[in-house]
């Protein structure tokens, strides 16, 4: 088969005759079933494939060898190394439990994304052997005979050989909206995808009917090539992963740098033993690394998605998550994602007087006024027969949705839907006004004159030609106007008037259509054309409509704005309709620069990327200038999220930090290429996405302070221990310090994780690249402020229990019962110090009694784990051996379970006074 070797616009120039003989296939029959066997043996199915699939087993390692992945697995040597096995084993343990949990996630939101990708149509009519048939669309193959009606997608790359009023919706692959116009004759206008001809894969039928015989399928379609392109595409690691490399080296370079001053003072001044001292310093090294960050890190991530989920936006990857946070440039599109989708009529202009629509969408039942006052129609002749023209002159049906929730199914164009829902709203009812006024003939739309016609014989005896169109071309048609029910000639005032009016509702980004009519005393019209038809027409008037901004659009663009992120609308529309609706919601201001298609492509990238620094909006562009579009923001230093629903979308997505997929009206190759798929296809949910991405950052940030805090007051024991040239017994042991850091430490620490977002946390700045997750702010926090004084508490409390034993009048004890409830008393102290500090590290400047003490149930738990893990180590004689701990007494407990309080009024305070001082800053 030579079908490989022609490109479309060859194949939309064959004579038929030519055609079918190289598809070996016929107009009239289709290809024979043997015929279609081999061609499907030869060709595959027709099925667009899902770029190479990485190898299970490959996807599985790779979540045990991340960079911190790899240093919990050396630091299970070193522990193993350093005595305790045991240690090693644990932390094992947690590697192991985390890459499985990360796995898991990540598994699920892969299933979730390929339960909501659907891809071509389940099954299309298809010719053979002269027989019309059902079948599953991955098995037509070229040469197949394929029948098309309104609301077929197009499952693959065809000739148009028969068509009745056929429009496809191409704006898959082109992002235009408006329905384009297909016919039996080749034409080839600008564009990749302007053959009048060719229909392709993955557009959709929105009016008409058609027969077409397949001449590519699958892979080789145009949607199959770009699918194709944005396969071979890479992603660079997340800015997540790139920061927990970062951390992972700072905290390896800390530990060593701590174990290696371990080493030296307990060689110089407890005079300990080279190899005794290397245990030592092994010990403290595992101490100071967080085996609790992957696990919490993780958690969070899946928190953070499962939380997205229920808020519309499913995440496929779980570092996507945090990602967001960081984005600082939106750039996205205009229909369904900040608008409705949902062509409303707004306003109707008639030569005396104006009426306003009220109500938008499909289950919103506006009303049509005057003045403010309902309109009867009754007393409005002029209206009622513009309602009628709009009715009856209308090809659209709109099926309601087989599931409560879910948006209506257009089977036509978003146009004559918005005419539906005006006459609806007046409460016309089609099926009755058919019956009074049947459809004798229909002149359909074409994109050249830009008008279509139907005559009706209505109930009053008479025939009305009823035509609707694009202003500029029905007025040449006119030459009378309707005004308050009389026909008068159509002056050139009058026309200034008209003109006037559609510049005025052009500017307010509203789009004009213009209605007439005229009666005929004809009874034939099986010769009807335009040319005999369309003229000496009388002019009604104007319907002026929109897509009307979502509801909570508003209050999402505040949110970007106050969170300084820009946002830059790409959209195939017009200058002066993205620009109204930008300037609407808030996007920009006036003074804002709008830039063409045409005009960016006379920019070079340094022009684009110093344009796409300011208040920009890029109109009637392709969506492959997306990409384009993308890398200059990227180029700039932003970290950009990008939104798509169509298959020329997919590289820009993919080059974007965070591509962004419409789960409704996306193509599956956008969904494929995409890091997030939106089910209702909201600008507001990428906002909330957003916002729980920055929620996930701050909740590792918290997790680094809550862990380092605790390491201070383990590394104080053991430096007065050195410095004292052993005088001072180690108030801590090494397994005491694991203790905390494994045990008691773990699940408080996970709670962090799941903390909810903190009130403010969208008033600030996205975080630069430059930022990174352990902080200045961090590290004075968690060594100056909460670790110091849990160091006061802790060291207190071992002198304390030496004190009631006879110190300093008796030594310190260096083994024996003394010493071991010394030591779990600092255990003890060190405990109770962290329960209020997790709960204090929650919020960074917003009282903890104002998110609430309770909201937070892990951390709770994870509370009462730790108080029962130490009440354990205290109470059960078999493991006192192991972990040198001692039973306390009642006056002990009543010691402890005073810490918490005073700590947490301390730190209200001080967050009462960042609160005053601080007003609006980061930290």
């Not at 697995?73 to 240690?87: D, K, N, Q, R, Y």
């Not at 979730?112 to 990708?117: I, K, Q, R």
């Amino acid at each position: 088969m030579p079908n490989d070797k022609l490109t479309d616009d060859q194949y939309a120039q064959l004579p038929v005759g030519e055609l079918t003989k190289d598809l070996n296939s016929s107009a009239q029959t289709g290809l024979t079933a043997t015929a279609a066997q081999q061609e499907l043996a030869t060709v595959g199915k027709n099925v667009i494939q899902k770029g190479k699939q990485e190898n299970e087993l490959l996807n599985f390692l790779k979540n045990f060898v991340s960079l911190m992945a790899c240093l919990l697995w050396v630091s299970g040597i070193i522990a193993f190394f350093a005595g305790t096995p045991e240690l090693g084993i644990a932390i094992w343990a947690v590697n192991i439990i985390n890459g499985l949990f990360s796995y898991w996630e990540e598994r699920a939101a892969k299933k979730a994304t390929d339960a909501l990708s659907k891809l071509l149509p389940s099954y299309v009519n298809v010719i053979r052997d002269g027989k019309q048939t059902q079948l599953v669309a991955e098995d037509i193959v070229p040469g197949d005979l394929v029948e098309l009606q309104a609301g077929d997608a197009i499952p693959a790359d065809a000739r148009v050989l028969t068509s009745s009023s056929l429009q496809v919706d191409e704006s898959a692959l082109t992002g235009e909206s408006v329905p384009v116009d297909k016919f039996v004759e080749y034409k080839h206008s600008d564009g990749q995808f302007a053959i009048q001809n060719i229909v392709f894969a993955g557009t959709v039928v929105t009016s008409g009917t058609a027969t077409v015989m397949v001449i590519e399928t699958g892979m080789n379609t145009e949607f199959g090539k770009i699918a194709s392109l944005t396969q071979n595409q890479k992603k660079t690691d997340s800015p997540l992963t790139q920061e927990l490399n970062h951390l992972t080296r700072q905290l390896s370079i800390l530990s060593l740098s701590i174990g290696l001053a371990f080493f030296i003072l307990a060689i110089f001044f407890v005079h300990y033993p080279v190899a005794k001292s290397f245990i030592f310093a092994l010990g403290m090294i595992v101490a100071f690394i967080p085996e609790g960050l992957l696990p919490t890190v993780t958690l969070s991530l899946a928190h953070g998605t499962q939380v997205m989920a229920k808020r519309h936006a499913l995440l496929k990857s779980l570092d996507s998550v945090e990602t967001l946070g960081e984005t600082n440039v939106i750039c996205s599109d205009k229909t369904g994602t900040l608008t409705q989708n949902q062509m409303t009529v707004n306003h109707i202009w008639l030569p005396d007087q104006e009426f306003t629509v009220t109500g938008t969408g499909y289950y919103n039942n506006g009303k049509i006024q005057f003045q403010n006052q309902d309109v009867d129609l009754k007393n409005y002749p002029d209206l009622n027969l513009l309602l009628d023209i709009a009715l009856l002159n209308n090809d659209t049906k709109i099926q309601e949705p087989k599931n409560a929730g879910d948006a209506p199914k257009i089977l036509g164009t978003p146009t004559e839907a918005g005419l539906n829902i005006l006459t609806a709203k007046a409460g016309l009812n089609l099926a009755d006004r058919l019956q009074d006024s049947p459809r004798l003939k229909e002149l359909p739309f074409d994109s050249t004159r830009r008008m279509m016609t139907t005559i009706q014989k209505n109930q009053d005896g008479k025939t009305y030609v009823y035509t609707k169109g694009a202003l500029s071309n029905l007025i040449t048609v006119c030459d009378t106007i309707l005004i308050d029910g009389k026909v008068e000639p159509l002056t050139p005032e009058y026309k200034s008037q008209i003109d006037q009016a559609n510049r005025d509702y052009a500017a307010q980004g509203l789009r004009s259509l213009a209605f007439a009519y005229t009666t005929t005393d004809a009874t034939n019209f099986d010769n009807a054309t335009p040319a005999n038809t369309e003229q000496h027409l009388t002019f009604v008037g104007l319907a002026a409509m929109q897509d009307p901004p979502r509801e909570e659009i508003y209050e999402a663009v505040r949110k970007c704005h106050t969170a300084g992120i820009r946002i830059i609308m790409v959209t195939g529309d017009s200058t002066l309709t993205a620009k109204s609706i930008a300037v609407k919601i808030g996007i920009v201001s006036d003074a804002a620069r709008v830039i063409t298609g045409e005009e960016m492509k006379q920019l070079s990238d340094d022009q684009l990327r110093e344009a796409v620094k300011g208040e920009v909006i890029f109109a009637r562009v392709a969506p492959e200038d997306k990409y384009r579009i993308v890398s200059m923001c990227q180029a700039n230093g932003d970290v950009v999220a990008s939104t798509g629903d169509g298959v020329n979308d997919a590289p820009a997505l993919k080059k974007a930090n965070i591509g962004i997929a419409m789960g409704v009206t996306g193509t599956d190759v956008a969904k494929d290429a995409a890091d997030m798929i939106l089910t209702d296809d909201n600008f507001a949910s990428i906002v909330n996405a957003i916002e729980e991405g920055r929620t996930v950052y701050s909740n590792i940030q918290k997790f680094l302070l809550y862990i380092f805090t605790s390491n201070v007051p383990e590394a104080f024991p053991s430096i007065l221990f050195l410095l004292s040239g052993g005088a001072i017994p180690l108030p801590l042991t090494v397994m005491q310090i694991l203790t905390v850091d494994l045990g008691t430490d773990m699940l408080p620490a996970l709670g962090l994780g799941a903390e909810q977002s903190e009130p403010g946390i969208m008033e600030r700045p996205p975080r630069k690249e430059t930022d990174h997750l352990l902080t200045k702010t961090i590290i004075w926090k968690s060594f100056g402020y909460y670790g110091l004084i849990a160091t006061v508490i802790s060291t207190f409390a071992y002198f304390f229990v030496n004190w009631q034993y006879g110190w300093p009048h008796v030594a310190l004890a260096a083994s024996g019962n003394t010493y071991m409830v010394a030591t779990t008393m600092t255990l003890a102290a060190i405990v109770f110090c962290q329960v209020a500090n997790v709960l204090n590290i929650r919020t960074q400047r917003n009282s903890l009694f104002k998110v609430g003490i309770f909201s937070n149930h892990r951390i709770l738990w994870g509370i009462a784990f730790e108080i029962c893990l130490l009440a354990f180590l205290v109470y059960v004689p078999f493991v006192h051996g192991l972990f040198g701990t001692a039973n306390l007494s009642l006056h002990d407990w009543l010691f402890l379970i005073c810490i918490p309080i005073p700590l947490i009024l301390i730190d209200e305070l001080r967050k009462w006074i960042v609160r005053k001082t601080m007003k609006g800053t980061n930290q």
